[in-house]
Structures are given as structure tokens and as C-alpha cells.
């Protein structure tokens, strides 16, 4: 199986369960290495590098969305955004983005909340703006509307594709919804972990 995708482009991929869908994003996120074959992403190999610089090349050019949200519950909107900003080498600024990409998912009034006092949609989005901070490479999403009703999974879904055109990164998304991967021009169908062709 062969996937190239460059900066701007989205995929997203649907499967039964057990088909391998978060395992490739896994992969492709560099938190498992591949059986056999590579993975390059701006043009590097990460699992060549060591495991210090994985972790600090995974932080600088992935951006992860989970079904669950994953924030920490002690911190706010805005120190959760900027959680993966604290090993970056130079903060000049990222401040002032996370406060730009939380005014982009509609939460620039609610930066000193904590989890506890948001909605599950609104707790997405602040897991999408946490993604973006150090405007990755490639932003890889598992089922980012599974836990949300339908209208929230509407607006998370919306503002997931309007902040990837904004920021030209790869985006690859799995999901189960079909609403959802309806709104890709490129869905792909993961069975027996094969990927077929666009």
C-alpha cells in the first residue's frame, strides 16, 4: 500500500471495526512503527531518529484529535492549548495563536474555563485548537465527532475543515460517520488493512 499525500490535501478513511483504521493513524502519527516499509513526513523518517528526537519531531509536526478530548482537567482552555507548546524551543507568539485559534472555534470568552464547565463539543474544540498550536505538518483526527450529538458533531466538523483550509496542513481522518466523511472529496474504505487507491 502506497499514500502520498502533500500540505492542503484531507483523506478521510472509513472501515469496520478491527479493519486497522487507528492503527494506520497510529503509524502515521509515529506512536508505532510500521512492520515492514517507511513513513516520511517533511521529507524524514522519524523512525530512524532516536527516541528523543521522535518524541520532540512527533510534537513539532503532529497534531492529534481523539474520540475523547484528552484535556487536562486542572488547566484551563487556554493553558490546554498551550500544553504542547511547553518543550518548544522558542513560545514567541504562541500565546497570541492559541488565542486566535480558540476565537476561531468560538471559545475566545471562555480561555479560563475548565473542562468540567464545557460541553462535549465545546471540549473538541478545544482539543482541535491544542492540535494546531505548532501548526503541524499533519493533523490526524479518530473519530473526533463519536462522542457528540449530532449538532455538535456538525459544528466540530465544520470547524475542523475550515481551520484545515486556513492552515494547509495533511489532514487524515477516520470515522464511522457517514455525515461526516461525506464532507471529504477523498474517501477511502480500510478493509483487511489494505487502502485502495483514490
Do not use: W
Not at 473542562?115 to 503541524?136: C, D, F, M, N, Y
Not at 463519536?146 to 496542513?169: F, P, Q, Y
Not at 487524515?172 to 460517520?177: N, P, R
Request: glycine fraction near 10%.
Amino acid at each position: 500500500m502506497s499514500l502520498i499525500l502533500a500540505p492542503g490535501q484531507s483523506l478521510c478513511i472509513m472501515g469496520p471495526s478491527g479493519s486497522g483504521k487507528s492503527t494506520l493513524l497510529y503509524i502515521l502519527g509515529t506512536l508505532e512503527p510500521p512492520t515492514s516499509g517507511t513513513v516520511t513526513l517533511d521529507g524524514c523518517d522519524p523512525f530512524r531518529l532516536p527516541e528523543p528526537e521522535l518524541a520532540a519531531f512527533r510534537n513539532r509536526q503532529v497534531g492529534f484529535v481523539f474520540q475523547d478530548h484528552c484535556l487536562l482537567p486542572q488547566c484551563s482552555v487556554l493553558e490546554n492549548v498551550l500544553a504542547p507548546t511547553l518543550v518548544a524551543k522558542s513560545r514567541d507568539g504562541l500565546g497570541e495563536r492559541a488565542r486566535a485559534l480558540l476565537e476561531k472555534v468560538g471559545l475566545g470568552e471562555r480561555l479560563e474555563h475548565r473542562p468540567a464547565e464545557l460541553s462535549g463539543g465545546e471540549k473538541q474544540r478545544v482539543a482541535l485548537a491544542r492540535a494546531l498550536i505548532l501548526k503541524p505538518a499533519l493533523l490526524l483526527c479518530d473519530e473526533p465527532t463519536g462522542n457528540l450529538d449530532a449538532e455538535s458533531a456538525g459544528t466540530v466538523a465544520s470547524m475542523l475543515l475550515d481551520l484545515h483550509d486556513r492552515e494547509k496542513t495533511i489532514l487524515v481522518l477516520v470515522t464511522h460517520s457517514a455525515d461526516l466523511a461525506a464532507r471529504f472529496p477523498d474517501r477511502r474504505r480500510l478493509v483487511g488493512g489494505r487502502l485502495p487507491a483514490a
